[in-house]
């Protein structure tokens, strides 16, 4: 079965300009997150899908960035106009979560192999 | 909000030593604590997990522990080998979200 996979793998690009990042979860699974860890940082949340729709949006940055999962299969995240605080490296998240007694709905999380950005 | 507070950001061991790292966290309604491991090129792959309602978990050479009342959860490898040189995340998570709050990571280098 086919991981998580992410396009680009690096992406170089200016400030200003405008860059797209695609993800393709695993196939079957509902749940899709985007993640973003500054170099040295934390992994920080940025939103969560559940098939087509966004669950969860809180953790994008601003406007600037927009993210849609069209037909609930892929998900992209276009960053326009990128500024240099964008720069970092982006990981995508997939998941199926499943019934376990006692603890209510349970799931993991499979991470991609992320894109790595950097704005010059 | 959560906040996940990691140590150290890099440890370098000998091939066969034990690692340790450890992670504290804010928030007490936390109850799931996940680790991945980051190799090179790669995603953070999650290896142990520990829920709220137990004190350890093993899995042959790698092993958590989770102290609630201090807020404290730790990664132990023993007889670590170069292959297990990675980047290591702590994380914690609270039953009505699935969302972990991550620290920010651990470089563990093993020299053969």
């Known amino acids: 079965e086919a991981g998580v996979t992410q396009f680009p793998s690096h992406s170089v690009i200016e400030k200003g300009q405008t860059v797209t990042l695609r993800c393709d979860p695993i196939?079957?699974?509902?749940?899709l997150y985007w993640y973003r860890r500054v170099m040295g940082k934390e992994i920080k949340f940025l939103l969560h899908f559940v098939k087509e729709s966004k669950q969860d949006e809180s953790g994008m940055p601003n406007n600037r960035f927009l993210a849609e999962r069209t037909g609930g299969t892929y998900s992209t995240l276009k960053v326009q106009p990128a500024e240099l605080e964008d720069s970092g490296v982006y990981f995508c998240?997939?998941?199926?979560?499943?019934?376990?007694?006692?603890?209510?709905?349970?799931?993991?999380?499979?991470f991609g192999p992320g894109t790595r950005l950097l704005v010059l | 909000g959560e906040n996940v507070e990691q140590h150290p950001s890099t440890l370098s061991v000998q091939e066969g030593d034990s690692a340790v790292i450890k992670c504290t966290y804010s928030?007490?309604?936390?109850?799931?604590f996940p680790w991945y491991k980051q190799e090179l090129g790669k995603g953070p792959q999650l290896i142990i997990d520990?829920?709220?309602?137990?004190g350890e978990k093993k899995d042959q050479r790698i092993a958590v522990t989770l102290n609630k009342t201090a807020k404290h959860f730790s990664l132990h490898i023993t007889e670590t080998q170069p292959e297990d040189s990675a980047v290591y995340f702590c994380?914690?998570?609270?039953?009505?979200?699935?969302?972990?709050?991550f620290g920010r990571g651990t470089s563990l280098i093993v020299h053969p």
């Open positions: 196939s079957g699974h509902d749940n």
């Open positions: 994380a914690a998570s609270w039953g009505g979200s699935y969302i972990p709050t």
């Open positions: 520990i829920r709220s309602n137990v």
């Open positions: 998240a997939s998941s199926q979560r499943h019934l376990e007694q006692g603890w209510g709905y349970q799931e993991t999380q499979y």
């Open positions: 928030d007490s309604a936390s109850n799931y």
